[in-house]
């Protein structure tokens, strides 16, 4: 991976949306910031998916994600290869995440658990929004709102890997507000919202 072509991603995904997220009397809340990187960041991760191995190596969807349906007729898309762009491999969101955690000596959130709850909330009326947060928009809201700017961004970067560049922009507003929010809590907003972004389709 080219270093350089990830961070000037970051870079303009982190200054286009501050001002976009700001309050009219200037404020920025962190939650919402937080929320909507993550929230970015997971839906990349399911495109990154249908990039790589469905444009890129032609396998159907159905090969890829196992489609679940709720009783109000909502989808949910599960995939291993997302879980992994999520939390598995050396360039997934939660390994930028926590490295901001281990840089700051800051204890980590229980990211198994994070997972989990994705999972058991779909379908119920706790699916996207992240626990005992206040945000401007439900998860859905931010994916819907900023998913097509906030690629058109990051879509320089090689395929299948543009969730790197929005876990890295999120590594920004990490050490950004790490003096009015704990990390950890930092941390478990943006993974919340990542885990159940990576599992809905806009």
Request: charged content about 20%.
């Amino acid at each position: 991976m080219n270093p350089t072509v990830y961070k000037k991603c970051a870079d303009e995904l982190f200054a286009r949306l501050m001002p976009g997220l700001k309050n009219p009397d200037g404020s920025l809340h962190p939650q919402s910031l937080l929320c909507a990187l993550g929230s970015i960041a997971g839906y990349a991760c399911r495109q990154d998916v249908i990039d790589e191995y469905v444009s890129g190596k032609g396998l159907a969807p159905g090969d890829i994600f196992d489609v679940i349906s709720s009783k109000s007729g909502e989808r949910f898309y599960f995939s291993q290869l997302a879980d992994d762009k999520l939390a598995g491999d050396d360039h997934s969101v939660w390994t930028y995440v926590s490295a901001v955690l281990v840089k700051m000596n800051s204890e980590a959130p229980d990211i198994t658990e994070i997972f989990e709850h994705a999972v058991r909330s779909c379908g119920s009326a706790d699916f996207g929004r992240v626990r005992n947060c206040e945000t401007g928009e439900d998860i859905r809201g931010y994916v819907s709102l900023m998913w097509k700017p906030a690629h058109d961004i990051i879509s320089e970067c090689p395929q299948g890997t543009t969730h790197a560049a929005v876990a890295m922009a999120a590594q920004k507003a990490m050490l950004a507000f790490r003096s009015v929010l704990p990390l950890t809590e930092q941390a478990r907003i943006i993974m919340e919202s990542a885990a159940q972004a990576a599992k809905i389709k806009i």
